[in-house]
């Protein structure tokens, strides 16, 4: 084992940075109430936890279908998209990372649109230098393309950066994408669900991330 000085930090966003999944759900339901005239179920809520929407609705409906609901769904998340609020201590954090010289990035399944937007409100868009949205890549998470490419924008090799999410799919992710993982349990993440995938550190609080950094490795490969 050798220790890996960590320079850039890459995030999930959703259920990781802010949490926006009840809004997210809410979103989901109006669209199908109003275009199928029935909610979701349980097991459809959980096939889009961590996958980019519009990928999913495009495996259930045709083309037009897929189209309605989306657009409709997502006029009724857009109205409301001001009332998302960040995890307690995360924009502490993020601000702490910024001083202490780590470069980050956003690597989320979201839209583009949305990320800028919903950083925006928060006045957290100046902390990030990489946005990798869904547009960017054919593949998602758990693929590792979107992760290589953020790794990319920033010169550095994979190895040498460290992701944060909340989702299984965040983790597999890293995995793939050779990078150490940090699985965020203080908003959506599950301990139950993520331990068998192993995560390179577990973090119970925001601020864990900061005791975690300086003590992470990684086997030279």
């Known amino acids: 084992m050798v220790a890996l000085l960590i320079r850039v930090v890459l995030w999930d966003l959703d259920g990781t940075i802010q949490d926006s999944d009840s809004l997210a759900k ?30 999913v609705y495009k495996e259930w409906f045709d083309d037009n279908l897929a189209k309605q609901i989306l657009d409709t769904g997502t006029r009724y998340y857009q109205e409301r998209a001001e009332q998302i609020l960040c995890y307690p201590d995360v924009p502490e954090l993020l601000d702490e990372l910024k001083q202490r010289g780590y470069r ?9 649109f949305h990320v800028l937007k919903e950083l ?8 990030f230098d990489v946005i990798v949205a869904q547009e960017d890549t054919l593949q998602h998470k758990p693929h590792p393309d979107p992760l290589v490419l953020a790794a990319s924008h920033f010169n550095s ?20 994408a050779r990078m150490r993982s940090i699985a965020a349990l203080w908003g959506d993440g599950n301990y139950e669900r993520l331990k068998p ?20 490795h990684m086997k030279l490969i």
Do not use: W
């Open 120 to 127: 925006q409100n928060k006045s957290l868009d100046i902390l």
């Open 197 to 216: 995938i192993c995560p390179t550190m577990f973090a119970h609080t925001p601020m864990d991330v900061l005791n975690f950094l300086p003590n992470i």
């Open 26 to 55: 809410e979103g989901t339901r109006y669209g199908f109430k109003q275009v199928l005239g029935r909610e979701p179920t349980d097991d459809e809520f959980s096939q889009l936890v961590g996958r980019p929407v519009p990928v």
């Open 104 to 112: 980050m990035g956003i690597v989320s399944s979201k839209r583009r």
């Open 157 to 176: 090799l994979p190895e040498n950066c460290l992701y944060i999410g909340d989702q299984p799919s965040d983790i597999r992710a890293a995995h793939a």
